[in-house]
């Protein structure tokens, strides 16, 4: 079973700040190892959406909603995935997942989702 860690929601005024944290394994079984790092969120009633994504080397990638106000990070050495988000909007307020890509070469990609952390942007 591959566990995923979450931290760092919560409810936050408009105009305020989070930062979501995301803990994966290294690698798993058999000889898979930590690929793209991302995060997804679903408000109440929407499906998923694409937040941010980053690739091991850095490139990150993100979701026009969110760009110059979110930023995703990561830190190889702890296989942690981070979301700073600054400048949030109550229509930022869902269900953050945290997901990971595990890659082999000449194997399909296995991915993996966090259990979620709330963020409620409200006044």
């Known amino acids: 079973q591959v566990q995923l860690v979450e931290s760092g929601g919560g409810l936050v005024q408009p105009g305020g700040s989070l930062r979501l944290s995301c803990a994966a394994p290294?690698?798993?079984?058999?000889?898979?190892?930590?690929?793209?790092l991302g995060w997804y969120r679903r408000a109440p009633g929407m499906q998923r959406e694409l937040v941010a994504t980053?690739?091991?080397?850095?490139?990150?990638n993100y979701a026009e909603s969110v760009k110059d106000r979110f930023t995703i990070s990561r830190d190889n050495a702890k296989n942690t995935v981070y979301l700073q988000m600054n400048s949030l909007k109550p229509e930022d307020t869902a269900v953050y997942y945290c997901?990971?890509?595990?890659?082999?070469?000449?194997?399909?990609?296995?991915?993996?989702w966090g259990q979620g952390t709330q963020v409620t942007v409200s006044s």
């Open positions: 290294g690698s798993i079984f058999p000889l898979y190892t930590l690929g793209t």
């Open positions: 980053i690739q091991r080397g850095g490139s990150p």
């Open positions: 997901n990971a890509v595990f890659v082999r070469a000449g194997f399909v990609n296995r991915d993996y």
